[in-house]
C-alpha cells in the first residue's frame, strides 16, 4: 500500500517534470484556487461565523423610522431624533446610534 503510493508519487513527478508547461498551469491554478478560498473563509468567518464582540449579542436590536407616507419604509433618524429617544428612553438599557456612507473610489476628473 505505501509502496503503491510512493510509486504513484514518482511517476506523477516525472510526468510533471516531462511537461514543464501544463505543470505551470497547473501549480498556477491551484495556487489562485487555495488564494481564493482563503479570501472567502476569512471574509465568511470574520462578518457570519465569528459572534458579535458584545456581550450578549442576541439582546441588540435596530430601531428606525418609518415614512409610509412618503413610501418609504425605513429611513434614517435625524439627530434631534436620536437625541430625544436617548433621554426619553425606559425600555432599553442603552442606545447608540451609527451611520451609513457609501462612496465611490474612483480616480480622473470630474463625475468619476
Known amino acids: 500500500m505505501i509502496r503503491d ?13 516531462k511537461s514543464p508547461g501544463l505543470t505551470g498551469v497547473a501549480v498556477l491554478s491551484l495556487a489562485l484556487g487555495i488564494g481564493a478560498i482563503s479570501t472567502i473563509f476569512s471574509f465568511v468567518n470574520g ?4 459572534p458579535l464582540p458584545y456581550p450578549e449579542p442576541e ?36 442606545i447608540a446610534c451609527y451611520q451609513e456612507d457609501g462612496f465611490i473610489i474612483g480616480g480622473g476628473g470630474a463625475g468619476t
Open 5 to 17: 503510493l510512493w510509486q504513484d508519487t514518482r511517476y506523477g513527478a516525472r510526468m510533471l517534470r
Open 47 to 50: 462578518i457570519m461565523l465569528r
Open 59 to 94: 439582546r441588540l436590536v435596530l430601531v428606525d423610522e418609518t415614512a409610509f407616507k412618503r413610501g418609504s419604509p425605513s429611513m434614517n433618524v435625524s439627530f434631534p431624533n436620536f437625541v430625544d429617544w436617548r433621554e426619553q428612553n425606559q425600555s432599553f438599557e442603552d
